[in-house]
């Protein structure tokens, strides 16, 4: 069996140049990702890319919508039994409801 495809792990983050985001993010067929601001990146992704969100957080609608307005493909995890809480890190300073993704 020949592979005909590969995998580019992209971790962008406050340093990484934004030409770059974007060089990485067009030349992507499958972005996927765990609920998050990074998944904005889609806006830019090629007509023919599709969004795999690893875990919408209780939240469909989101970039699905953002998904369906930029014409890309989209799916989402959907089975919560797969689900397994972490406890909380003491040392952040955040005392709030943990956000869905964090439960």
């Known amino acids: 069996l020949q592979n005909d ?3 580019q792990l992209a971790r962008f983050d406050h340093r990484t140049d934004f030409k770059k985001q974007l060089e990485t993010i067009r030349n ?3 972005l996927v990702g765990i609920h998050g601001a990074g ?3 889609l806006l830019f992704l ?3 890319a599709a969004v795999l969100e690893l875990y ?3 939240d469909p609608g989101c970039y699905s919508d953002l998904a ?3 014409g890309v493909k989209y799916a989402t995890w959907e089975d919560d039994t797969k ?3 972490e ?3 003491p040392r952040q300073p955040y005392k709030g409801l943990a956000h869905h993704k964090f439960i």
Do not use: F, I, M
């Open 46 to 48: 090629p007509s023919w």
């Open 83 to 85: 689900l397994r809480s």
């Open 39 to 41: 998944l904005t990146h």
């Open 56 to 58: 919408n957080c209780g």
């Open 68 to 70: 369906r307005l930029r």
């Open 87 to 89: 406890e909380a890190d």
């Open 28 to 30: 992507t067929d499958l």
């Open 5 to 7: 495809y590969s995998v």
